[in-house]
C-alpha cells in the first residue's frame, strides 16, 4: 500500500481518500464491512435478548410469588370467614356455606369470562361491515 500512496497521495493531500483502488476492491471491501457489520449487529441482538429474557424472568417470579401471597391471603381471609360463621352455625355448616358461596361466585365469573372470549364476542363486526363500502369507494375512485 505504501507504494499506491507515493505517486498520488503526495499531490493530492493525505487527508482525501485514495481513488486508484479497483472497483473489485471496493467491492470486496464493501463485503467485508457487511459481514462485519452482521456480525456485530447478531451479537448486539444476542446480548440485549439475554438481558431482556433476565429481566422477564424476575419479571415472571416476582408475579409467580406475588400471585401466590395473594391466594395465601385469600384463603386465610376463606378460613377468617369460616370461624366468624361457625361462631353463629356448626363449624361444619360454615366451611359448607362458605364454600358454596365461592363455588357460585367462582362459576358466575367463569361464564362471564367465557362469554367474553367466544368468537361472537370478539368478532369486528363494524370493521367488517365497512369494507364492502370502503372497497366501493375505492373502486370508485379508481375507474
Not at 471491501?29 to 462485519?36: E, H, N, P, T
Amino acid at each position: 500500500m505504501a507504494a499506491d500512496e507515493s505517486g498520488l497521495g503526495s499531490e493530492r493531500g493525505a487527508a482525501r481518500p485514495k481513488t486508484d483502488r479497483s472497483m473489485a476492491g471496493l467491492l470486496a471491501d464493501l463485503a467485508d464491512q457487511i459481514g462485519s457489520l452482521f456480525r456485530q449487529e447478531v451479537a448486539l441482538l444476542k446480548a440485549e435478548l439475554l438481558e431482556k429474557l433476565g429481566l422477564i424472568g424476575q419479571g415472571v417470579g416476582a408475579v409467580a410469588i406475588g400471585a401466590l401471597m395473594v391466594f395465601s391471603g385469600w384463603l386465610a381471609l376463606l378460613a377468617a370467614a369460616v370461624l366468624g360463621l361457625a361462631v353463629v352455625v356448626a363449624p361444619w355448616l360454615a366451611a359448607l356455606i362458605v364454600g358454596l358461596v365461592m363455588l357460585g361466585l367462582g362459576a358466575a365469573l367463569r361464564y362471564f369470562g367465557e362469554s367474553r372470549l367466544a368468537a361472537q364476542s370478539l368478532a369486528m363486526r363494524r370493521t367488517l361491515g365497512s369494507l364492502p363500502e370502503n372497497e366501493a369507494w375505492i373502486r370508485e375512485r379508481v375507474s
